[in-house]
């Protein structure tokens, strides 16, 4: 079991540290603020129709009961990966992919 586990966990790192140095080179080279908003835009649109799919009218109604905190939480995710975004855009891939797995648990 925990060759299995470190096996996962090296696999992590590495999507990790591909994903942000992708990231760092299409923020390089496109407008970040684009980039945020295409990325936000597919993956809300994305769960929508996962939620909608699934059970539409209980989602319907727990937005609607709901609403405000449905809004800050999509905020705060918005804020959260526009900031790896931005950083990804002014620093090194790797000091971001650091940074955001040192500081993650301690935040979140």
Not at 16 to 34: E, H, I, K, M, P
Request: with cysteine; net charge positive.
């Amino acid at each position: 079991m925990q060759k299995h586990g470190v096996f996962l966990g090296l696999l992590f790192c590495l999507l990790s540290a591909a994903f942000d140095v992708y990231v760092g080179f299409v923020t390089q080279r496109l407008n970040t603020l684009l980039v945020i908003f295409y990325c936000f835009i597919a993956t809300a649109a994305l769960f929508l129709a996962v939620a909608l799919f699934h059970d539409s009218a209980s989602f319907c109604s727990r937005v609607k009961a709901d609403w405000r905190r449905v809004l800050l939480v999509n905020v705060a995710v918005l804020l959260n990966w526009g900031g790896l975004f931005y950083a990804l855009r002014y620093l090194e891939p790797a000091v971001v992919g650091v940074a955001s797995v040192a500081c993650g648990p301690a935040l979140t």
